[in-house]
């Protein structure tokens, strides 16, 4: 495609992004009545509200419960009667955390906090969500988003993760999906071996996202998809799995873009996956009464009974997907580096403060996450008093910008668990010939006080300016009147090159005002509380407040 067909491609695309006519009523009935390879689904009419169609929790997997726990991912059956899906599908069970369903279903809102230490979910979860603008255009481009949380907690129906205003304004096909976390989602134990190479692999979230994505082929035309225009986005633990997707071999044909947000690719060796099962495997035997076979006793066990074992021996789960040989290559940057791929062009990001959201491991965070949550979720950002940097920061991290201090502590967290990692992922891509690897740096901080120096360009802060949701969520205790300007402004600009990218495989627009130069060249994105500013930057492993200060210098922002 020459650069002036590429423009032509582009300015169509954020022309369309915005608001269009709305579809009054297909020729066969509800325009929310689709007919999918399983069945019938009946969705949301929105045209009058966000003007979207949505379907909310349709089976994508037949519910991986009794026989078929740990077992690799299966269709599911059909279906002849319509299937109302107007409803999220439950989160996946898991230990309750801060970015966990609330323990009565997967909703937002005070509840949450009471699943911290819980289990919450449910094992039947295998559900995905279908979102479109509300027009009669066919052969949209698709977004499947892989949400986050360490691939042991986490929801689709996470508010931040609504894909109504994001399928609006990039004028696209957004899919949120369910897969099996934890104990459930990644578990390699001996015990359990059936001689499927699949089943064997222990992989069984990575399994899940695969169906979902041949969900997708198989369906994208009846929601006005394109299959042969797939974007794949995760962010944190999902942006993990973006990378593991593109060097399965199980993905050829499912992923024409990738776009992975704050995570780079990492595997977990099978000797590290066995050694968690049989720790977990014990502890269950254990906590039944100190007999029977270990698989016996996993197999039967009720799920939130299995979780609470990990609770109460404090197993930490693995993390990443396990290198089987089979699902992922024992060697996945081997596996690159001899174009072993889904060589697709691809959209990377991180926050410059990234390391912020973690204070809790390096005992930084002063409230409990119970009292800390209750905090957030009450702070009213449009009358920011009553709380102040102490309440929420320990004194060992005091004063924040001291030697030893918040920012530089958590500036190593940030250097350590994030920025080492996506360097080594996109500059093997690189290095094997791959030549449409972008990458940015978010640096917005401007939450009222004293939120800006607690968390400032935190990790997943760039979720809702992705989405384009600023509603009640984990971060709106961040979003009042007074930054509202700027960071409306930033998520315009952010939604455009996402629009773009997925149309042409590269996210530089005119609005942008900044020519996006591939990796090792960043876009650096932020905004002061009335306008968003970019400028161009290069990655140098740089993290936390000083960098962002630095950007902004250099930016004259």
Same mark, same amino acid.
């Given at each position: 495609? $020459? ?13 369309? @992004? ?22 019938? +689904? ?28 740990? %077992?690799? $991912? ?69 977004? +499947? ?31 949120? +999906? ?6 459930? &989602? ?12 699949? $089943? ?15 969900? /997708? ?14 974007? /794949? ?40 996956? %066995? ?12 906590? @039944?009464?100190?007999?029977? !076979? ?58 410059? !403060? ?21 905090? %957030? ?50 500059? $093997? ?27 400032? #360009? ?7 300016? +992705? ?8 971060? #709106? ?7 509202? #300007? ?12 996402? #629009? ?17 130069? %591939? ?23 740089? &993290? ?12 004259? &922002?």
């Amino acid at each position: 495609m $020459t650069r002036v067909a590429a423009g032509l491609v582009l300015l169509l695309g954020l022309l369309v @992004s915005g608001p269009a006519a709305a579809d009054p009523s297909p020729r066969h009935g509800s325009p929310v009545l689709r007919h999918t390879s399983l069945g019938p +689904v009946q969705g949301l009419d929105e045209r009058r509200g966000s003007g979207t169609y949505s379907w909310l929790g349709i089976p994508y997997a037949a519910p991986p419960v009794d026989d078929l726990r740990w %077992q690799a $991912t299966r269709t599911h059956r059909p279906w002849r009667e319509v299937r109302r899906t107007q409803e999220y599908g439950p989160g996946c069970a898991q230990p309750g955390r801060m970015f966990s369903p609330s323990p009565d279903g997967p909703h937002y809102d005070l509840d949450v906090r009471d699943g911290l230490g819980q289990a919450v979910g449910e094992e039947d979860c295998l559900t995905l969500n279908v979102f479109r603008p509300a027009t009669k255009q066919k052969d949209l481009p698709v977004i +499947v988003f892989v949400h986050g949380g360490s691939n042991v907690v986490g929801y689709s129906a996470d508010p931040m993760y609504d894909g109504r205003t994001l399928a609006r304004r990039a004028n696209a096909v957004v899919v949120t +999906v369910n897969y099996r976390l934890g104990v459930f &989602g990644w578990f390699d134990h001996p015990g359990l071996k059936t001689g499927d190479p699949l $089943t064997d692999s222990g992989d069984f979230a990575l399994l899940d996202q695969i169906e979902s994505l041949r969900f /997708v082929q198989r369906n994208a035309t009846a929601f006005g998809g394109n299959p042969r225009n797939v974007s /794949v986005m995760g962010e944190s633990a999902g942006a993990v799995n973006v990378w593991a997707l593109m060097v399965s071999p199980l993905t050829t044909g499912l992923m024409h873009r990738a776009i992975p947000l704050s995570g780079g690719l990492v595997t977990t060796p099978r000797e590290t996956a %066995q050694a968690y099962a049989a720790q977990v495997g014990a502890a269950a035997v254990e906590d @039944s009464g100190g007999s029977g !076979e270990e698989a016996d006793v996993l197999r039967s066990m009720p799920a939130d009974e299995l979780v609470r074992v990990t609770l109460r021996h404090r197993i930490d789960a693995i993390q990443q997907v396990v290198a089987d040989g089979t699902v992922i290559p024992t060697d996945a940057y081997g596996a690159i580096a001899a174009g072993r791929y889904r060589d697709v062009p691809i959209l990377a990001g991180n926050t410059f !403060e990234e390391g912020k959201l973690f204070g809790t491991a390096i005992g930084a965070h002063r409230p409990t996450d119970y009292e800390r949550f209750t905090m %957030q979720y009450e702070f009213d950002p449009d009358a920011p008093a009553g709380l102040g940097v102490d309440d929420l920061i320990s004194d060992a991290y005091l004063p924040v910008d001291g030697p030893g201090g918040w920012n530089e502590a958590s500036e190593a967290l940030t250097r350590s668990v994030f920025l080492g990692i996506i360097e080594q992922s996109m500059s $093997t891509v690189v290095a094997a010939g791959n030549d449409r690897a972008f990458y940015y740096e978010l640096g917005w901080n401007e939450e009222p006080a004293p939120f800006d120096q607690v968390y400032g #360009s935190v990790h997943a802060i760039d979720l809702p300016f +992705v989405f384009g949701n600023f509603g009640r969520s984990f971060y #709106s205790f961040a979003f009042g009147r007074a930054n509202e #300007s700027g960071r409306l402004d930033l998520s315009t600009k952010l939604i455009g090159s996402i #629009s773009a990218f997925i149309r042409t495989g590269d996210p530089g627009h005119a609005r942008l005002g900044t020519r996006w130069e %591939q990796w090792p060249k960043s876009m650096v994105l932020d905004a002061t509380k009335r306008r968003a500013w970019t400028c161009a930057g290069t990655f140098g492993g740089q &993290g936390g407040a000083a960098a962002a200060d630095d950007a902004a210098l250099a930016c004259d &922002g």
